[in-house]
C-alpha cells in the first residue's frame, strides 16, 4: 500500500490526546448555516469515462482563426526549445526551493534571468521574478511609498485598467491613496499622458508616477517628460513596460525610471487564460534593500568557484515577516525560465526583428483598414505594435466577426465610454497579411 | 567587557554620549558582538524626530537584523554616513567611529531612564 490513511484507532488517540469526543466536534464553532450538508456531486466515473468528458468540454472552446487581441497578452512564435528547457524535470519539478543553494542550475538559471531583465531595461537589478505584470506593477507601487516614505500614489490612465485595479487593491490595506492622472482621450488627441496633468498630480508629497511605454491604447508616451516632472516632485518614475518593445524603445534606465515593472508574457508564455504569466520587475541599486522577494546574487564558495545563493534575504517574509518588503509575493520560477530561454534562442537581434515585425504589421492593419474607409486612427502621435481604430458600432462588428471567427481586438469602450467607437488592434510578427484581407474583408461584411 | 564611563546605556544597548544639547548614539560593543559581523545599517533621516525607545533604524548582521531604538528623544541633526558603505565600524569601534546618529535632545530629563557604565554592565553579565 503506497498511501496510509489515518485508521479508526490512529483517530480515536488523537482526539483523546487533545480531549475532543469527535472529528465533528472539532467543527462546532463553525454556524450549522454556513456549512455545507450535501454535496451535490455526480457519480464517481471511470478514467476513461473522465477523458471522454474533459475532451467534450475541450471541444466547446472555440479558438479564432484570426486574432487581433492584445490589451497585454501578445501571441508570439515560441521556439521549440522554450518548452523543452522547461520541460526538464530538474526545473520542472523544482519551485525556488528552500534549501536554496543545493540547487545551484535552478539558481543559475535565476540569476541569468535577472541579468537579462537588467540588460533589457537599463537598470541595475531585477528581481527573480513576481506573479504577473499587474502584481509587479503594485508591488513596485508599494516600493515607491516605502523608499519615499510617502502614502499617495499617481496612476496614468494609460496604464492597464487591469492593473490599475489591482493596484488599487494593494493600496487599499495600507490605505494608500492613488490618484489617477487622465490620458487625453479626445478625437485625434495624443492619446497619451499629459506631463503637466502629472505634474499637478504629483504636487502635494506622493511617492511615484506609474505610467506605461507603450500605453493601454498602444501609443508611445513621452517618458522622459514624466520622468522630469515625477523627479521635480521627487517621486519615483514606475515605468510599465512591454519587454519585446525595449529591443527598439528607449530603455527605462535612460530616461531615468526609478522602477520598472512588466509582464514577461510575450517572452516565449502563451497566451492563455488565467496565466501562469511571470512579473518582472527592475530597480536602481540605491532601492535594493527595499525590493520585495527574491533576488540571486553570483558569489564565490572558499575554494573560489563561482556560485549562486538567495541575497539580501533580510528583505524577505520569511526572515522577518513582520518587517518584510512584501509578504505577499513569490517568484514565478518556471515561468522566468521560459523567458529566459526565449530571450537566449532569439537573443537581441531576434528580438529586434519581432519588435519592428510586429510595429511593421501593425501599421499594415492601420493602412488596411484607413485605405477601405472601413476605420481611421483615433489618436495622433505614434504607436508601437497595437493601434486604437476608431470604428462605427464598434461592438456590434467585433461580435458579429468573433461568429465568424475573426477577434477584432479588444473593445476600450467597454471600460472606458469615450471610447466606444473604437478597436485597439494588436498585431505581432505571427500576423499575416492575409489574417490583415480576412479582418479587412470580415468588416467591410459587416459595414 | 569595558564600557566607557561617560556614556549613557539603554536596556536595548544603545548608548549616549552628551555634549551640551547633542547626543551621539550609538550601539554598544557587547550589541555588536552578539549581532556577529554588521552587513547593513538603514539610518535615520536628518530632521527625522525620535521617540524615546521608538525605532529609529535598522541593523542588519550575518545572523540576524535587530531594530534600533532610540535611548532619548529629538530631532536628528547629522548621521554617519560612513556607514552605509563601512557598517563594520559598528564592530570595530562601537563607541567611536561606529556612532549612528546625533540628536538635538528635547528633555534631557530623559536621561534618568538610562543606566550608567555600571548599571549597564550589570545588566549584561
Redesign the interface.
Known amino acids: 500500500m503506497t498511501y496510509s490513511p489515518h485508521t479508526d484507532a490512529d483517530r480515536a488517540r488523537m482526539l483523546d490526546a487533545i480531549g475532543v469526543a469527535s472529528v465533528e466536534d472539532l467543527f462546532a464553532d463553525i454556524p450549522a448555516a454556513v456549512r455545507a450538508s450535501a454535496w451535490d456531486v455526480p457519480p464517481p466515473l471511470a478514467e476513461q469515462e473522465v477523458r471522454a468528458e474533459l475532451a467534450r468540454l475541450a471541444g466547446r472552446n472555440r479558438i479564432p482563426h484570426v486574432s487581433f487581441l492584445g490589451a497585454g497578452v501578445y501571441r508570439h512564435l515560441i521556439p521549440s526549445v522554450v518548452g523543452e528547457v522547461i520541460g526538464r524535470p530538474e526545473f520542472a519539478t523544482a519551485y525556488t526551493p528552500y534549501q536554496p543553494e543545493v540547487s545551484q542550475g535552478t539558481l543559475q538559471s535565476i540569476y541569468e534571468f535577472q541579468s537579462i531583465i537588467c540588460e533589457l531595461t537599463g537598470m541595475e537589478v531585477a528581481t527573480a521574478s513576481h506573479y504577473d505584470g499587474a502584481t509587479a506593477t503594485a508591488e513596485a507601487a508599494l516600493m515607491a511609498c516605502r523608499l519615499t ?1 510617502r502614502s499617495r500614489v499617481a496612476v496614468s490612465a494609460g496604464v492597464n485598467p487591469d492593473y490599475r485595479r489591482v493596484l488599487q487593491t494593494y493600496c487599499s490595506g495600507p490605505g494608500i491613496e492613488v490618484i489617477t492622472v487622465p490620458v487625453d482621450l479626445a478625437d485625434g488627441g495624443s492619446g497619451t499622458t499629459d506631463p503637466a496633468a502629472a505634474a499637478a498630480a504629483l504636487a502635494d508629497d506622493v511617492a511615484c508616477l506609474v505610467a506605461a511605454q507603450p500605453n493601454f491604447y498602444g501609443q508611445i508616451e513621452p517618458m522622459q517628460e514624466l520622468a522630469d516632472a515625477a523627479h521635480a516632485a521627487a517621486a519615483q518614475l514606475v515605468a510599465v513596460v512591454e519587454p519585446t518593445s525595449l529591443a527598439i524603445l528607449q530603455a527605462p534606465g535612460d530616461y531615468g525610471a526609478d522602477l520598472v515593472a512588466a509582464e514577461g508574457q510575450p517572452l516565449g508564455i502563451p497566451a492563455s487564460f488565467g496565466g501562469p504569466y511571470v512579473g518582472i520587475m527592475a530597480a536602481r541599486m540605491a532601492s535594493v ?1 527595499q525590493m520585495p522577494g527574491r533576488l540571486v546574487g553570483a558569489t564565490r564558495d572558499g575554494d573560489g568557484r563561482k556560485g549562486y545563493v538567495l541575497t539580501l534575504q ?1 528583505r524577505e517574509q520569511h ?2 515577516r513582520e ?1 518584510a518588503a512584501s509578504n505577499i509575493c513569490t517568484n514565478q520560477a518556471l515561468m522566468a525560465l521560459a523567458a529566459t530561454a526565449y530571450l537566449t534562442a532569439v537573443g537581441p537581434a531576434g528580438l529586434r526583428e519581432v519588435a519592428e515585425l510586429s510595429t511593421i504589421q501593425a501599421r499594415h492593419v492601420a493602412s488596411a483598414l484607413e485605405d477601405a474607409g472601413l476605420a481611421e486612427r483615433r489618436f495622433s502621435g505614434t504607436y508601437f505594435a497595437e493601434v486604437t481604430m476608431r470604428v462605427p458600432n464598434a461592438a456590434r462588428r467585433h461580435a458579429a466577426l468573433a461568429e465568424r471567427g475573426v477577434v477584432a481586438g479588444y473593445l476600450p469602450g467597454r471600460g472606458t465610454p469615450e471610447l466606444r467607437d473604437t478597436l485597439l488592434l494588436a498585431a505581432t510578427e505571427l500576423t499575416t497579411d492575409a489574417d490583415i484581407a480576412r479582418l479587412v474583408e470580415e468588416l467591410e461584411a459587416t459595414r | 567587557m569595558s564600557h566607557p564611563d561617560d556614556l549613557a546605556y539603554s536596556r536595548e544597548h544603545e548608548w549616549v554620549r552628551m555634549e551640551g544639547s547633542h547626543a551621539t548614539i550609538g550601539i554598544t560593543s557587547f550589541a555588536a558582538d552578539e549581532l556577529g559581523d554588521i552587513v ?1 545599517v ?1 539610518l535615520p ?1 536628518v530632521g527625522a524626530v525620535l521617540t524615546q525607545f521608538g525605532t529609529f533604524g ?1 541593523v ?1 548582521s550575518v545572523k540576524a ?1 535587530s531594530d534600533l531604538f532610540a535611548p532619548v528623544s529629538g530631532e536628528v541633526i547629522e548621521v554617519n554616513e560612513a556607514l552605509r558603505d563601512a557598517p563594520e565600524l559598528m564592530n570595530s569601534d562601537p563607541f567611536g567611529s561606529g556612532w549612528i546618529a546625533k540628536v538635538e535632545v528635547s528633555d534631557s530629563s530623559e536621561l534618568d531612564a538610562l543606566m550608567d557604565a555600571a548599571g549597564y554592565a550589570d545588566q549584561t553579565a
Open positions: 516614505r534593500r533580510a526572515i522577518r518587517k | 547593513f538603514e533621516e535598522v542588519e537584523v
